[in-house]
């Protein structure tokens, strides 16, 4: 009983007359957005909320996001007020320039006093510039006319030009450049007409023709607000360029690591994997017809196993501690000899040969050396009818030249294998400068053919 009343009073509360403030609670708090990513419209846009109502910030008509004015260090500029209205600056500008007016209007005694009609023009200039982020172009044209109609009726000049200053600059900020300049252009206009022909009709009474001399300074403050405000426009683009550049550089040092680490893996596991699939096999055919050759198929499974487990977790620990040196070297050339000895617990008889004077190699270079002889003698094992194959080194001036050849034919069948050893190996040599040419002989069998650069600086 209890439990149907309380789920009857659940589902009427659901449909009552709060339930929509709770949903709107809900999506306020789970994301609207999370929803909204499943589709878009075919137009670009943003898809409508869940209620049907468009999105607070939908997108421009060209798809990119709207406006977001953000601090040089990226953090997004919150503008104060509910419904993130300028409130805050706007007050102060309007008082700055309301008690500026009136200490100006003292040294401007030939001027109208400041009255009534003065204030409410001031403040009519000022009250604009709440929306001046939202509607740059009309609030930059509407505070032009409050100013001119303000100069009409015989101000005092001072202040009232600070309202026109951050509208344009707003403006200008805003990408609209040419509306801020068309703005003060025509606000520079009318002050020509007022100051040299229209004065006689207007207040104040008596009033001259003012000197042409002023309007060099009148029009060097028009070129001042709109070179200041283009300048903070191209650094917040520049700002926002260098960011996106940042952010780019991080997500492609993330994604060479990722690929680094997944190189890494896949050429310890695909040769120690491989080596112990073949010995398994072994194991199993002779388990009971050769208990001692079955005995040391398991015995080169157990040391290729350990010998993966501590590459693996050579890797994994430089994941969790990325700044410490390594507890192990990296392996290198001078490692083949393991390589032999497990390919040879594997059937495959291999020869190495080496020409040219032997140097010690850049860290880098002798590690993708290794890996790349690794998964060539890898392939031999898994993809090869071949049981021998021949290692050639040769040290040459500035460069290290690794083939790998196998006398085939190819087996046909299904390895086991991810498909990636020879992106992997290109990759690695890539990485250095280098080249890798892999194919089929005109003899038959295979070829792996890498060139490693050796920079000079790094050769003892």
Known sequence: ??????????????????????????????????????????DG????????????????????EPFRARWPDGRELRRSGRHGLPWRSTVLIAVL?????GFAARNQPDREAVDALARVLLLLGAAPLLFRYRWPVPVVFGVAAVTLGYLV????????FVLIAVACFAAVVRGHRTAAAWALGLLWAGHLLLSHWLYQWL???????????????????????LAASETVRVRREQWAQLR????????????????????????????SISVINVQA?????????????????????????????????QVLDTLRTPGDAPRAPAPGLDRLPELVEQAAATGLTVAVTTSGPRTALPPGADLAAFRIVQEALTNVVRHSGSRTARVSIAYGSGRLDLTVDDEGPATGTEAGGSGNGLAGMRERAAALGGTIEAGARPDGGFRVHAVLPLRPEETP
């Open 244 to 271: 996106a550049e940042r952010a780019a550089a991080e997500r492609r040092r993330a994604d060479e690591e990722r690929l680094r680490i997944a190189r890494e893996l896949h050429d310890v596991l695909a040769h």
């Open 281 to 313: 096999g072994v194991g199993l055919a002779l388990l009971d017809s050769d208990p001692e050759q079955a005995r040391a198929a398991l015995t080169t499974i157990k040391a290729a196993s350990k010998e993966a487990l501590g590459e693996v977790r």
């Open 45 to 64: 846009r943003e898809p409508r909320r869940p209620d049907g109502r468009e999105p607070h910030h939908p997108r421009r008509s060209d798809g990119r």
């Open 203 to 225: 207040p104040p009474a008596g009033d001259g023709p003012a000197p042409w001399g002023q309007e060099l300074p009148a029009a060097a403050f028009a070129v001042a607000v």
């Open 153 to 160: 009726a015989g101000y005092p000049y001072g202040p009232v």
């Open 97 to 101: 320039v309301m008690a500026g007016t």
């Open 1 to 42: 009983m209890d439990q149907e009343r309380t789920g009857g009073r659940g589902h009427r509360h659901e449909d009552g007359p709060f339930a929509r403030g709770r949903r709107r609670g809900r999506w306020r708090e789970t994301g609207w957005r999370e929803h909204a990513d499943a589709e878009s419209r075919p």
